[in-house]
């Protein structure tokens, strides 16, 4: 069974940081990808970033490229996403998931190529 535990959560302000961990278990971490998502209040829930498990692969969505940068360790199946710069339009529910990667060149970044969900952590940048 897939299980994946989102947190790193909290208050901070415009121009501050944040490291939010996904700890991740039940899947072979090599043959699968894990995505960071958030969704703002009222907004729909968009791609931030993605890893590929198999090589290290990434992706960043344009608005966070630059600012936030994932990692993985595969050893303790934890995906990090380290947050600077941030900004109040980033606050947001933080979820990661993480979905079977069929094709090597390609790190899944759309909602719906993902299968499995953990509970979101909240993140809340202050102007």
């Known amino acids: 069974e897939v299980q994946l535990q989102a947190y790193g959560g909290g208050l901070v302000q415009a121009g501050g940081s944040l490291r939010l961990s996904c700890a991740a278990s039940g899947f072979p971490w090599d043959d699968y990808a894990i995505g960071w998502f958030r969704q703002g209040s009222g907004k729909e829930r968009e791609g931030v970033s993605s890893?590929?498990?198999?090589?290290?692969?990434?992706w960043y969505s344009d608005s966070v490229k630059g600012r936030f940068t994932i990692s993985s360790d595969t050893a303790k199946k934890t995906v990090y996403l380290q947050m600077n710069s941030l900004k109040p339009e980033d606050t947001a529910v933080y979820f990661c998931?993480?979905?079977?990667?069929?094709?090597?060149?390609?790190?899944?970044?759309?909602?719906?190529?993902?299968?499995?969900w953990g509970q979101g952590t909240l993140v809340t940048v202050s102007s």
């Open positions: 890893v590929s498990g198999s090589d290290g692969s990434t």
């Open positions: 998931a993480a979905t079977y990667q069929a094709v090597t060149n390609y790190v899944p970044r759309e909602e719906n190529e993902y299968d499995d």
